[in-house]
Nanobody, 114 residues
Framework: QVQLVESGGGLVQAGASLRLSCVTSGINFSIHTVSWYRQAPGKQREWVAAIAPGGNTNYADSAKGRFTISRDNAKNTVYLQMNSLKPEDTAVYYC????????WGQGTQVTVSS
């Protein structure tokens, strides 16, 4: 019943920008912290950013200064604006929310070529 659906990934050159979206349903979105994670092939899943219900944000060191997480409670959507993309940003990006349990989206592929 709870669903998180990511979109906005793609293939871009280094230095380009992408904006990812995560649309949620089945939860009271406005009261939950939502996070972005990523996982590259052969790597552990890595936390990227989080945004609290009131709008406070936190970022991994790899994302600081380049990525911005935001939310639109009216649209039940969280965004990840990614600028100055690097090849090492290549991964499947997932969003996560926690209510009665931990919920994950299906992921969206981001590929950055040099």
């Amino acid at each position: 019943q709870v669903q998180l659906v990511e979109s906005g990934g793609g293939l871009v050159q280094a230095g380009a920008s992408l904006r990812l979206s995560c649309v949620t349903s089945g939860i009271n979105f406005s009261i939950h912290t939502v996070s972005w994670y990523r996982q590259a092939p052969g790597k552990q899943r890595e936390w990227v950013a989080a945004i609290a219900p009131g709008g406070n944000t936190n970022y991994a060191d790899s994302a600081k200064g380049r990525f911005t997480i935001s939310r639109d409670n009216a649209k039940n959507t969280v965004y990840l604006q990614m600028n100055s993309l690097k090849p090492e940003d290549t991964a499947v990006y997932y969003c996560k929310a926690v209510s009665r349990a931990e919920y994950w989206g299906q992921g969206t592929q981001v590929t950055v070529s040099s």
